[in-house]
């Protein structure tokens, strides 16, 4: 299985930047498909961005765009998501997400989950 813990969640002020870290284990992480999600309180679940495991362009959800930007380190098996010019609206739970499957990546439909951390972005 795969595993997956998210950190670097924190309070904001409005226009400034936070990055959250995702250290994975149980596989081979250079061959995971990473993604972002994020839900805040009465809102479902919704994609923030997603990653190839060879890199390429990464996949971003409009609200997000040219604001986030997702990375990774194969050597330290650790996804990233940059996050700057953050808005309140931006506060969530940030959960990082892995699959295996590029067909189930494509369709943004991730298997494993970590526990998320807390973005509050203040106005």
């Known amino acids: 299985q795969v595993l997956l813990a998210e950190s670097g969640g924190g309070l904001v002020q409005a226009g400034g930047s936070l990055s959250l870290s995702c250290a994975a284990s149980?596989?081979?992480?250079?061959?995971?498909?990473m993604g972002w999600f994020r839900q805040a309180p009465g809102k479902e679940r919704e994609f923030v961005a997603g990653?190839?495991?060879?890199?390429?362009?990464?996949d971003y959800a409009e609200s997000v765009k040219g604001r986030f930007t997702i990375s990774k380190d194969n050597a330290k098996s650790t996804a990233y998501l940059q996050m700057n010019s953050l808005k309140p609206e931006d506060t969530a739970v940030y959960f990082c997400?892995?699959?295996?499957?590029?067909?189930?990546?494509?369709?943004?439909?991730?298997?494993?989950w970590g526990q998320g951390t807390q973005v509050t972005v203040s106005s």
């Open positions: 149980g596989g081979t992480f250079s061959t995971y498909h």
């Open positions: 997400a892995a699959v295996t499957n590029w067909l189930r990546f494509i369709r943004r439909e991730y298997d494993y």
């Open positions: 990653f190839w495991p060879s890199g390429g362009s990464p």
